[in-house]
Every structure is written in structure tokens, then in C-alpha cells.
């Protein structure tokens, strides 16, 4: 028996939706949370989410836009955009009376105040147990079931283990860990350089520069997370390296499908959220405040901004000087 039976999830886009699959799938009484109460109702009705087309969402998951009714979970997953997720703990924390854990899904860094999910967690709902989930998991595949393995991170480990019992299943396996800035580093940095190997792919530079540029993507991911006191194993396990690998080799990740579009010269993909286009940005402040170099980030920065075009970033990239491998 768990000590979380009833879950909600904060936040019904693409990836909400699939948690909710997930917990629904482990066993968990679910409440599927909507800030929208016309859209809300609609899935309620429908059991279909155009955010996630094409999944039918079982009878069993409570949608409801009623954010006390939600509230009153044992453990609350916030599956809003990074940068929506302070406004939605803000709203969550007036009905918050207990010490209930609330789990970042979101990945990103936060615009001006260059704080991670679980300090924006800790900061608007200071009595919560902040925790992160993250690892390679496109909605769609998880809402299908395709299996696969996420890190699950709280500073408590017996917390972070709890939390892992009550939503893995068969085809979901969260490892529990308690390094949480190492796996929130993971997630919000190999978006940014998913869009960078997906302007390379655009650009047709080839599956060596594919690997080379992911590989040097990593070695500045590491080189931050190391930095803010990132374990070396989370950095190389699932939300570090697993992740990484997942986005900057499919165009089915919204970042790489971004990059693809720049590289290619065309419109990026309309009306989808890629997390990265917001990330970069804050990314480059927080590397820059520790004197560390991303070049590969500030080159994504750069063009997205329009600071740079694609050639010039790739040209700067490929001429800075020889160095030893590190
Ligand atoms: N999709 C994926 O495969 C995965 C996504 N993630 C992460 O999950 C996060 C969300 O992504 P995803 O679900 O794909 O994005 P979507 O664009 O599909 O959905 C975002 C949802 O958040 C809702 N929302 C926005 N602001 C608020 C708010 N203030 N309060 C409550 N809800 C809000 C939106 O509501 P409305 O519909 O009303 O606009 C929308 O339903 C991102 O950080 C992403 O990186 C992580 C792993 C996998
Ligand atoms: O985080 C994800 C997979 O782990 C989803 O990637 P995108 O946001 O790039 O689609």
C-alpha cells in the first residue's frame, strides 16, 4: 500500500495528460487539473485532449477544473510550461495545508530570478515537499504505454522512494534519486542542445556532426551541472545523458523539431511549445555568473535571438581553438 493513493496533476497539455495516464496506470486514484474550465470540461466529456491527440483517456482520471478539488491529493505533479509554474504553485498554495509533496515535471530554468523548478516550488509553497521527475519520455510514447525509465529526485530519499512506488508501473520506471539540481540541469539543458543538433541536421551537416555536437553538448552540460554541485551519475544517467540522447536524435522532440525548421530556413512548427527557446537565454546568465562556457548553448542563444545566423554560429563553433579533450 502506498502512502500516496490519490494523485493530481497540475497542467493538462501533452505531458500532463500522459502522467496522468501513468499514475492512473500504477494504481493511483487520478484528478487531472485543467486552468481552462471550458477545455477542461471538454476532455472530461470527450476523454480526448487535442494536446495529446489520438489518446484515449480512461474513465477512471477525474478532470475537473476546480483547483481545491485537485488540492486535496497526496502528491501533486506540476506538468504546466517552466515558466508557468510559479503562477500555478502560487494558485495551488492557499489550498496546500499539509506537507504534501509537489513534483516539478516541467523543465526549464526560470526567466529573471534564474531559479530551478524545485526552488520555485519550495519558494511559493513553502510548507510542500518539492521533488522533480525526468528522464526520456515523449507524452505520446508514455500515454501509449511504450515503456520507459525517468529519475525521480527529492532531497528526502525515502520521500523520492515513496513517491517512485506510487507511480511506477510495468511500462513507467522511475529510478529515485536525491539529486535534484543534477537531474533539474539535465532536463532544462539537453533542450537547448537538442535545438542545436536539430539546426545541424537541418542544415544536413550529417550524422558525424549529429554525434560530435551532441557529445560536446554534454561535456558543457556536465561542466555546468558540476559546477552547481551536480552528481556525476545523474549527469550520465537518465535525465542527464538518457535524456540528451532521446531529444537531439528524434524529430519527434519539439527543440530538435525547432532546430530542424532554423536549419532548414523554414517557419518552426506553430502553436508547440519548445522549452528550449526559453531556457537558452537563462542558461547563458546562470553559466555566465559561475565562469563557465556553453558554447554550444550560446550559439542556439545567439541565433535565436537573431545576434548571429546559422553559418556564422556553426563557422565561430568549428574555429575556436584547438583544445584537450575535456
Ligand atoms: N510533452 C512531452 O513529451 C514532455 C514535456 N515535458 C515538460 O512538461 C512541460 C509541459 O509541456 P507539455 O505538456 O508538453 O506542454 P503543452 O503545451 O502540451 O501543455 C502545457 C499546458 O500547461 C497549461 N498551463 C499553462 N500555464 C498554466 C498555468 N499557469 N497553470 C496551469 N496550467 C497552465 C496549458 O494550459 P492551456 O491548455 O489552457 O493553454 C497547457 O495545457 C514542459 O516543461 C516540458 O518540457 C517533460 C517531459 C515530456
Ligand atoms: O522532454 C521530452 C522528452 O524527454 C520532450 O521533448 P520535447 O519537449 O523536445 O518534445
Known sequence: MTAFQSVAVIGAGAWGTALATVA?????NVTLWARNAEHGARIASTRDNPRLPGIRIVPEIVVT??????ARADMLLIATPAQHL?????????HITKAVPIVAC??????GTHKFMTDVIAEAAPHAQPAILSGPSFADDVARGLPTAVTLAASDEALASSLVQALGSPTFRP?????IRGVEIGGAAKNVLAIAVGIAIGRKLGASAQAALTTRGFAELTRLGRALGARRETLTGLSGLGDLILTCSSPQSRNFALGL???RGEQPPAGKLAEGEF??????ELAASQNIELPVSEAVASILSGRSTIDAAISALMTRPF???E
Do not use: F, Q
Open 24 to 28: 492512473a496506470r500504477a494504481g493511483r
Open 65 to 70: 477544473s476546480d483547483l481545491a478539488l485537485a
Open 86 to 94: 510559479r503562477g500555478a504553485v502560487n494558485m495551488l498554495a492557499s
Open 106 to 111: 516541467a523543465k526549464g530554468i526560470e526567466h
Open 175 to 179: 529510478y529515485h534519486s536525491t539529486d
Open 261 to 263: 525548421a532554423l536549419g
Open 279 to 284: 531556457t537558452a537565454p537563462v542558461l547563458i
Open 323 to 325: 583544445k584537450a579533450e
